[in-house]
């Protein structure tokens, strides 16, 4: 192992550590009502908690003693925030921490076990990991750059392997293809996120054509498309350290993603369609 995946591996095992002496934090608040529980409003109307500042701080503590040359990006202290133009740069070698304590607080808050974490490694203007994790459920997916998708749950560790194009190539038989027919699980992303970037139209289109469609959004959407349970996740309004480390995630259990727009990704934020390519395929309207 060389010098650089080490360091992802130590900073890998921190994740995970700081994950697990923190579990008690969510069952402090958990319990707790509205007042005590310290909830605001963003300028946006989105809610967020003590529990979302006091994982984000703690986070940003525990990296600066135990790797103080990384810098943190994250949703709650934005003030603290490198610049955004220098999570792309090519010819930066510091560490860059992009991260989602608490991802799903409206579920948080109203005691739906469906919130989770988002952590993701940039280094030299590029994504080299990605870690998404659902305590309530004990659920764990992570990927390094190059690396199969590890998936964690009840303590015993899977790989999803990378899927790629030519093993899809004429491969279709007769279960296949009645499978094809079969109606999509479509999982998506708050209203509000929809109605704020205009994209309400979209969600309507969605509610009235031919699939199943459930409005389960953050973090658990994408854990189940990556355990084929859905067959598309659509996401409006995602943010940078949302999208980051399951852009790798993603990329490397062999998913793909487009804007609504079917356009590719930029950078990984915005309105974004994940789901295989076929399934994308078949959801813009192509052969």
């Known amino acids: ?19 697990q002496d923190h579990l008690e934090i969510w069952e402090k608040y ?20 003590l529990c979302d500042q006091e994982l984000e701080r703690n986070f940003r503590t525990q990296i600066h003693d135990h790797f103080p040359e990384d810098l943190v990006y ?23 921490w992009t991260i989602d304590t608490l991802d799903g607080t409206s579920s948080f808050f109203y005691s739906v076990p469906l919130f989770g974490s988002l952590y993701g490694l940039i280094y030299e203007g590029k994504v080299v990991y990605g870690l998404a994790c659902l305590p309530a459920l004990k659920e764990y997916f992570w990927a390094f750059e190059d690396s199969p998708v590890y998936y964690l749950a009840e303590e015993n560790i899977q790989e999803i392997k ?6 899809k190539k004429d491969k279709k038989d007769k279960n296949e293809e009645k499978s094809d027919k079969k109606k999509m ?21 969605l509610l009235e054509g031919p699939h199943v469609v459930r409005s389960w959004g953050d973090v658990f959407a994408y854990s ?3 355990k084929n349970k859905a067959s598309l996740v659509v996401d409006a309004d995602l943010k ?7 852009s790798l995630i993603l990329k490397q259990a062999g998913f793909s ?30 052969e």
């Open 240 to 246: 940078l350290w949302d999208f980051i480390p399951l």
């Open 185 to 205: 699980l479509i999982v998506y992303s708050s209203v509000e996120s929809f109605k704020k970037t205009h994209q309400f139209h979209l969600l309507t289109k």
């Open 74 to 96: 994250g949703e709650e202290f934005l003030q603290e925030n490198p610049k955004e133009d220098l999570l792309w740069k090519t010819s930066s070698k510091q560490f860059i």
């Open 257 to 286: 993603y487009r804007t609504f727009e079917n356009t590719t990704v930029s950078r990984p934020e915005g309105n974004i369609i994940s789901g295989s390519q076929k399934d994308l395929s078949n959801f813009f309207g192509k």
């Open 162 to 167: 990378v899927i790629s194009s030519s093993d």
């Open 224 to 226: 189940l498309l990556l």
């Open 1 to 19: 192992m060389n010098s650089f995946k080490k360091e992802l591996e130590k900073r890998h095992h921190f994740v995970l550590k700081f994950i």
């Open 30 to 49: 958990k319990q707790t009502q509205e007042k005590s529980l310290g909830v605001e409003y963003k300028e946006d109307q989105s809610i967020v908690t």
